[in-house]
């Protein structure tokens, strides 16, 4: 644009430049027309063209021939010029060997002797000129770039080198360690200071209350020893850790259940010991325990307390397979799955919270207890327990997504809910995320005071810390020591399911649910094997899944389908004794989980929507040869984590299909570097951390509210103590 400015400029100067000539040398071209002068006219148009400008010019009579003209003028540029223009205008440009001119057409007289002056300017400069001004431009904002760079670096040099001075100031006051009263911080440095003050406090408290290094069993257990003095912890859940169940030749076997939240909790419970209170659901619960439904767990250890609570078989339903598993499931998890409401479920459930509070109270050794509260079974647990021990730490975890206000607000009974959560001292989820929605919730459908820089909400002048706690697995996991080696691993299961040692092998562990992804998880393995057929014959999918609520009609419905998609694949690409998906729907103790994890290559976890999803972090756990591929959905919170694994959408079926086949294909050097990266990650942020950090953060609320009562003083919201 620049270029068509500067040449329409240049073309409007030279039409003036040309007017201005003529005006100068119009008599004595008159005249020497008018005489027939041609060489003294020749002479003149000779001296007109020294112009640097002005390249040729011609004198044309009447007939439009050439009276005089330049040695320069162009034949076809001359006089005949004049029969292009005639009345449309008198000025034109044209391409000529040497560039662009500008050609002028100019009357010199009128009558009979009427002539023309033709005037040839150059217009190639107005080219040269504009790259010239292009390539100043390209400099001087060059030069301006680099300059704005240079300022920008020594600026942000010159803040962070404040800003570390500043919070070399500030550390031995959050520490505790500094002399005289706390400095006041700067006030471009107040915005960040809550962050970092978090960071130091939650630092500072795990490395003082602990022995330092990575968390173990050993330190949790010292750390528990140290804050409350042999003290146990009494941790409510649903599920028990131990179900004992009669068999069919009469004997009584005692199973760990396929889940996560027992994966997380029981390694916790051995090594801080106290009581587990779950629901007796094992045929043969009762004769294993004495009258007050007790008994020391595992069998033959006793490191914790297992106390049951027995509910009717309408309690069961009502509770359990109702509102929690009909209701809240679905409306926490975005899996199309509608939940159901029934004012008869909602009874029970808070029926059934209520037995489970009596429960805790018979239990609890001290007026203030600390109570671990687990997942969407007792929402309303927490407010029943605030009113019947008001000192007691109630910490409150919850172990699936909490969805967005909105989606929230189909339950009938949304205030109820969130006022039972808001009992707690601490409420937990897996992910800020969840943290975030769960305040958006009480801002909607509650009058409370929500703190969004402290993440808390007071209600009824008592406080509710909102906090993030992602879940880990036990490190090094117990059930390694009963595994045997990778390559006996790999040979047993190969063996068992007549397949020859080269096999590659893919696995899948989950409770057979909906939010799990089987069904899409079983589509993406026939995909495979439609687009990369040499595949078919060499890879085999095992699945584990255990049987789970086969009561509710929706998982009824799973079972036939994952059965049905299982079939229609292994008849799509089976031949003879090879089928591509080995289904085993029954129950599979940790051992059995584990050399299925150290035997496959890859390990598929395709959560359509999941809390935090352990089996990831399990197949990891149990990968110290540093082989096999982590394929993870992104659905899951575990793939915030774990981002050396491949990430996928599972919906996406060539996508997904495509990311097993890049498993199936990696070199072995990679998978060890990310197996590496993800076995580091695991180690570090384990169950112990999990537990420690949590149970940290509630012995501080407890130091404070013993230390308030023995002053008889109310600490209230604002004092209590930073996240």
Not at 154 to 176: D, I, N, Y
Not at 210 to 221: D, I, K, M, Q
Request: glycine fraction near 8%; hydrophobic fraction near 40%; include cysteine.
């Amino acid at each position: 644009m620049s270029s068509r400015s500067a040449r329409a400029w240049a073309e409007k100067d030279l039409g003036a430049r040309a007017r201005l000539v003529l005006t100068g040398v119009h008599e004595q071209l008159a005249g020497r027309l008018a005489s027939g002068e041609r060489r003294r006219a020749r002479d003149l148009l000779e001296d007109l063209a020294r112009d640097e400008r002005l390249v040729a010019a011609a004198l044309c009579d009447g007939a439009q021939r050439t009276f005089a003209a330049t040695a320069a003028m162009p034949d076809a540029l001359g006089c005949g010029v004049w029969q292009e223009l005639g009345a449309d205008g008198l000025e034109v440009t044209r391409e000529v060997a040497g560039g662009t001119v500008h050609v002028s057409l100019l009357p010199i007289s009128e009558g009979p002797e009427r002539g023309w002056l033709v005037l040839i300017h150059d217009l190639s400069w107005v080219s040269r000129r504009a790259e010239s001004t292009r390539r100043a431009l390209f400099f001087a904002f060059g030069l301006v770039g680099a300059l704005a760079a240079v300022v920008t670096v020594l600026v942000a040099r010159f803040a962070r080198r404040s800003w570390t001075e500043e919070l070399r100031r500030l550390l031995p006051a959050m520490l505790g360690g500094g002399p005289g009263p706390p400095p006041q911080p700067a006030n471009d440095f107040k915005p960040v200071l809550a962050d970092v003050r978090e960071l130091v406090t939650r630092l500072a408290a795990e490395e003082v209350a602990g022995s330092g290094g990575r968390w173990s069993a050993e330190r949790l257990r010292q750390v528990l020893r140290r804050n409350l003095q042999g003290e146990g912890v009494l941790v409510v859940a649903n599920r028990e850790p131990c179900v004992h169940q009669r068999q069919p030749d009469g004997s009584v076997r005692a199973l760990f259940p396929a889940s996560g939240l027992v994966t997380a909790i029981e390694p916790v419970m051995r090594a801080c010991s106290g009581t587990w209170i779950a629901h007796g659901s094992g045929s043969a619960d009762r004769e294993t325990a004495d009258r007050n439904g007790r008994l020391l767990v595992p069998p033959g250890e006793g490191a914790y307390t297992l106390r049951r609570v027995w509910l009717t078989e309408e309690q069961e339903r009502g509770y359990y397979y109702g509102f929690s598993n009909e209701g809240l499931w679905p409306l926490c998890h975005l899996a199309h799955a509608r939940p159901e409401w029934r004012v008869a479920d909602w009874e029970q459930y808070e029926r059934v919270n209520r037995i489970f509070a009596e429960a805790v109270v018979s239990e609890a050794e001290t007026p203030d207890p600390i109570v671990l509260v687990q997942d969407y079974h007792f929402a309303l647990l927490p407010q029943i327990l605030r009113e019947a021990l008001p000192r007691a730490t109630i910490l409150t975890f919850w172990h699936i997504p909490w969805p967005n206000a909105e989606r929230f607000g189909i339950c009938p009974w949304e205030q109820r809910l969130l006022q039972g959560l808001l009992g707690s001292s601490i409420l937990g989820f897996h992910t800020q995320a969840h943290c975030n929605n769960f305040l958006d919730s009480v801002d909607r459908y509650l009058e409370a005071r929500i703190d969004r820089e402290r993440h808390s909400v007071v209600m009824g002048g008592r406080e509710t810390l909102v906090r993030p706690y992602p879940i880990s697995v036990d490190w090094p996991s117990r059930w390694m020591a009963s595994v045997p080696p990778v390559a006996e691993c790999r040979a047993s299961l190969r063996q068992e399911l007549g397949l020859p040692p080269e096999a590659l092998l893919g696995v899948g562990v989950d409770r057979l649910d909906y939010t799990k992804g089987i069904v899409e998880r079983f589509q993406a393995v026939e995909r495979m094997l439609e687009r990369f057929p040499q595949y078919v014959g060499r890879f085999t999918f095992v699945q584990l899944a255990a049987p789970s609520r086969t009561l509710i009609p929706r998982y009824q419905e799973l079972n036939d389908e994952v059965e049905r998609i299982a079939a229609r694949v292994n008849e799509r690409f089976g031949s003879g004794s090879y089928r591509p998906i080995v289904l085993h729907l029954s129950h599979h103790e940790p051992p059995e989980v584990f050399r299925a994890y150290r035997a496959a290559d890859l390990c598929y976890v395709s959560s359509i929507h999941d809390g935090m999803n352990l089996v990831a972090k399990e197949f990891v756990s149990a990968r110290d040869d540093l082989a096999g591929v982590l394929v993870l959905s992104r659905f899951t919170g575990a793939a915030r984590e774990l981002t050396e694994a491949l990430v996928v959408n599972p919906y996406d079926l060539e996508a997904a299909s495509a990311a097993m086949a890049a498993a199936l294909a990696m070199p072995r050097a990679e998978q060890q570097e990310r197996m590496r990266a993800l076995r580091g990650l695991v180690a570090e942020f384990n169950v112990y951390r999990w537990a420690g950090r949590m149970l940290l953060d509630a012995t501080r609320l407890r130091q404070r509210d013993r230390l308030s009562a023995r002053l008889g003083a109310d600490p209230g919201p604002e004092e209590a103590p930073g996240p």
